[in-house]
T-cell receptor, first 115, second 114 residues
Framework: KAGVTQTPRYLIKTRGQQVTLSCSPISGHRSVSWYQQTPGQGLQFLFEYFSETQRNKGNFPGRFSGRQFSNSRSEMNVSTLELGDSALYLC??????????????FGPGTRLTVT | LAKTTQPISMDSYEGQEVNITCSHNNIATNDYITWYQQFPSQGPRFIIQGYKTKVTNEVASLFIPADRKSSTLSLPRVSLSDTAVYYCLVGDMFYGGSQGNLIFGKGTKLSVKP
C-alpha cells in the first residue's frame, strides 16, 4: 500500500506571497492532519480534516488554511508568507475504524523556505 | 492531555541496549502511551504503543509500571541507523486527546556512535 505523499518536496517563496501544499493520504484513510515543524517550536499541530470537514484546529493565524477533497486528498494554503513560516510541513493520515488515532502515518514533508 | 517529560539527548554505542524513559505523572485512565521516531527531514514514524505492563514488537519494547506514571522505550542492540529523535506521547486511544491532534514534546535526540 502506498504511503502518504506530499508535493512539492521543496519550495522557495518570497515574503508576501502565498503557497499551496498538497497531501495524498494512504488509500482508505479519511483523516488528514497537518503539522508545522521548526527547530525552535518543534512539531505543532495545524489542523485536521475528516470527510471534507475541518474538525480540529491548532493555534495558528488565519493565514493558514486547508481543505479536503472527496477523495481525501488535502491541501494547505498559507497566505501572505512571513519569514517565520519557513518550516517543514508534514501531513499525516490515519484510518478510522479499529485504528488508534496515535497510529498516524506521516508523509515526507514539504520544506518551505521564505526569503 | 498528559504532559510528558523526557531527556533532551542520549548517547550510545552500536550494539548496546538503549532505554529512554518518559515521565507522565498526570496520565488519565483512558490514555495510551505511544512512541514515534523521527529522522532528519522526514516525518515521524510510529514505533510502539502500550497501556500497561510490557509490549514488544519487532523493533522495540515498551515497559509501563503499574502506576503508569512513566514508561520506558527499550531499543535492543542499536545501530548507527537508530540515530534519531524519539517522541513520547500520551493520550486517549481513539481521539488522541482531541481527534486528529497529536501533541509532540521536544523529544529525545539519540546519537549512536560506532
Amino acid at each position: 500500500k502506498a504511503g502518504v505523499t506530499q508535493t512539492p518536496r521543496y519550495l522557495i517563496k518570497t515574503r508576501g506571497q502565498q503557497v499551496t501544499l498538497s497531501c495524498s493520504p494512504i488509500s482508505g484513510h479519511r483523516s488528514v492532519s497537518w503539522y508545522q515543524q521548526t527547530p525552535g517550536q518543534g512539531l505543532q499541530f495545524l489542523f485536521e480534516y475528516f470527510s471534507e470537514t475541518q474538525r480540529n484546529k491548532g493555534n495558528f493565524p488565519g493565514r493558514f488554511s486547508g481543505r479536503q477533497f472527496s477523495n481525501s486528498r488535502s491541501e494547505m494554503n498559507v497566505s501572505t508568507l512571513e519569514l517565520g513560516d519557513s518550516a517543514l510541513y508534514l501531513c499525516a493520515s490515519k484510518g478510522v475504524t479499529g485504528v488508534s488515532s496515535y497510529e498516524q502515518y506521516f508523509g515526507p514533508g514539504t520544506r518551505l523556505t521564505v526569503t | 492531555l498528559a504532559k510528558t517529560t523526557q531527556p533532551i539527548s542520549m548517547d550510545s554505542y552500536e550494539g548496546q541496549e538503549v532505554n529512554i524513559t518518559c515521565s507522565h505523572n498526570n496520565i488519565a485512565t483512558n490514555d495510551y502511551i505511544t512512541w514515534y521516531q523521527q529522522f532528519p527531514s522526514q516525518g515521524p514514524r510510529f514505533i510502539i504503543q502500550g497501556y500497561k505492563t510490557k509490549v514488544t514488537n519487532e523493533v522495540a519494547s515498551l515497559f509501563i509500571p503499574a502506576d503508569r506514571k512513566s514508561s520506558t522505550l527499550s531499543l535492543p542492540r542499536v545501530s548507527l541507523s537508530d540515530t534519531a529523535v524519539y517522541y513520547c506521547l500520551v493520550g486517549d486511544m481513539f481521539y488522541g486527546g482531541s481527534q486528529g491532534n497529536l501533541i509532540f514534546g521536544k523529544g529525545t535526540k539519540l546519537s549512536v556512535k560506532p
